[in-house]
């Protein structure tokens, strides 16, 4: 059955502008970090597709790792393309990353222009793409110099290959740098992909938020619902469906401590006076201030995408609010 984009689609999305740049993004954007692994389900990932750009979300995020095994989030990704959504490419923002491990040697993990070039040409070939929109450096290399990374997102822009240029997971200072780097190059840096929730400020203390503000860069946050701790999923309990119990690599059990699950429920009670569910109201937060363009979601059944779109229309709080808040998550992130 073929598949035929809502006519309306437009109408309930709010689109910002990432940082100075000309490119909008979708304040919720659908990542493929989980779900879209060889062993899912296929129709499903579909589903989540087709259900996140009928609604508005133009922007779908990638990686070269991601899966399990790696790759295999972007080859089904290149399929769905393929089964419905390759005719709206112009109206897709699709991105993706090179810095983790892929292959073995010293060529395919890090920064080296070497790596990020060879690992962007092994992306498109999944996805069956001529260009990505963003081609992000996935994480900061300790050993390789700004400069050379920087020029290889430089060269996969000006190749074609990439529109824009990314960075993720970079603190205030090295994003500074790199800002300069790629300025004086004349390459399109628009955005930093960083991690960002109620529990997990440390963009706040790292400087990112306030070299963001000063150089007119983008932010999209990663785990804005901090693994699913800000949802109703553990208020009870580990339920044996939940990502704890199936999968303890990104949360264990030992980090739902009696202390954090006061701090969660009480969050919780301040989601329900603003009516608003704890997810709705954590990713309200990421966006409340402007200085984030993008929150990445991730999904599991497309209901949860419908009930996450609820944030477009309710992403302000109040002075009291934002004390209430502050009160009971900043002493969380010093403590993390």
């Known amino acids: 059955m073929s598949y035929n984009a809502n006519d309306a689609r437009y ?7 990432s940082g100075r740049s000309g490119l909008r993004l979708p304040v919720i954007s659908l990542g493929l970090w989980h779900n879209f692994g060889a062993d899912g389900d296929y129709e499903n990932m579909k589903r989540l597709c087709f259900t996140a750009f009928d609604n508005g979300i133009t922007h779908i995020d990638l990686a070269n790792n ?7 989030a972007e080859e089904n990704f290149g399929k769905i393309l393929r089964d419905g ?6 109206e897709l923002i699709i991105s993706t990353k090179a810095g983790y491990t892929m292959w073995p040697g ?12 060879a690992s962007l040409d092994q992306s498109l070939l999944r996805m069956g793409l001529d260009y990505v929109d963003i081609f992000y450096h996935h994480r900061m290399d300790p050993e390789t110099p700004l400069e050379e990374t920087m020029g290889a997102l430089d060269q996969a822009v000006k190749s074609g290959k990439a529109l824009y240029a990314g960075i993720s997971n970079y603190d205030g200072p090295t994003t500074s740098r790199a800002i300069a780097i790629l300025k004086s190059l004349n390459c399109p840096f628009v955005i930093n992909q960083s ?4 529990l997990d400020r440390h963009i706040e203390e790292n400087g990112l938020k306030d070299v963001a503000s000063a150089e007119g860069c983008g932010i999209i946050a990663f785990s804005p619902l901090a693994q699913g701790l800000l949802t109703d999923k553990y208020l009870a309990g580990i339920p044996g469906d939940s990502r704890i119990a199936r999968d303890g690599r990104f949360l264990r059990a030992e980090q ?8 969660i429920r009480a969050l919780n009670d301040i989601a329900k006076r603003r009516g608003q ?3 709705q109201m954590a990713l309200a937060w990421v966006l409340r201030d402007g200085i984030v363009t993008s929150v990445l979601i991730g999904a599991s059944k497309p209901q949860q995408i419908l009930e996450n779109l609820e944030v477009v229309r309710h992403h302000d709080f109040s002075e009291e609010e934002t004390s209430a808040l502050n009160a009971l998550t900043l002493p969380s992130a010093r403590r993390a």
């Open 11 to 17: 109408e309930g999305m709010e689109y910002a502008r």
């Open 66 to 72: 991601y899966g399990p095994p790696p790759g295999s």
């Open 85 to 90: 959504l390759s005719p709206y490419r112009d």
């Open 106 to 117: 010293p060529y395919g993990d890090w920064g080296s222009r070497k790596y990020l070039l």
């Open 195 to 198: 991690r960002y929730s109620l």
């Open 256 to 263: 739902l401590t009696d202390e954090k699950m006061t701090t």
């Open 277 to 279: 569910t704890l997810a």
